[in-house]
């Protein structure tokens, strides 16, 4: 069973939008407490790199082939963060995952979502 449930991505033209979700389940959600929200992808043939990142203060940090075009937020509330992503281009594509610490140092991975975008 996951510990994160992600959904959102499949395929949009270039230029176009998605947004990426990840759900902490209710399996863990009683006890896992989100602090470092990050979120990952993996191109083919590429090593995973990071994309965005929300801290528990709500400080973002971005890599720069998306920064002003990928947006990271959190709802502490409902234990589920979000990436929307705009002006998407081809080079965005692969398998977006994310990842969650908690306080007590626990790190969780989603399942992976594929992001295709076409030219």
């Known amino acids: 069973q996951e510990h994160l449930v992600q959904s959102g991505g499949g395929l949009v033209e270039a230029g176009g939008s998605l947004t990426l979700s990840c759900k902490v389940s209710r399996m863990i959600s009683s006890t896992f407490n989100p602090a470092t929200i990050s979120w990952y992808r993996q191109a083919p043939g590429k090593q995973r790199e990071m994309v965005a990142q929300?801290?528990?203060?709500?400080?973002?940090n971005y890599a720069d082939s998306v920064k002003d075009r990928f947006t990271v937020s959190r709802d502490n509330a409902r234990k589920i963060a979000y990436l929307q992503m705009n002006s998407l281009k081809p080079e965005d594509t692969g398998v977006y995952y994310c990842?969650?610490?908690?306080?007590?140092?626990?790190?969780?991975w989603g399942q992976g979502t594929q992001v295709t975008v076409s030219s």
């Open positions: 990842s969650i610490v908690d306080y007590g140092g626990l790190d969780y």
């Open positions: 929300i801290t528990s203060t709500r400080d973002t």
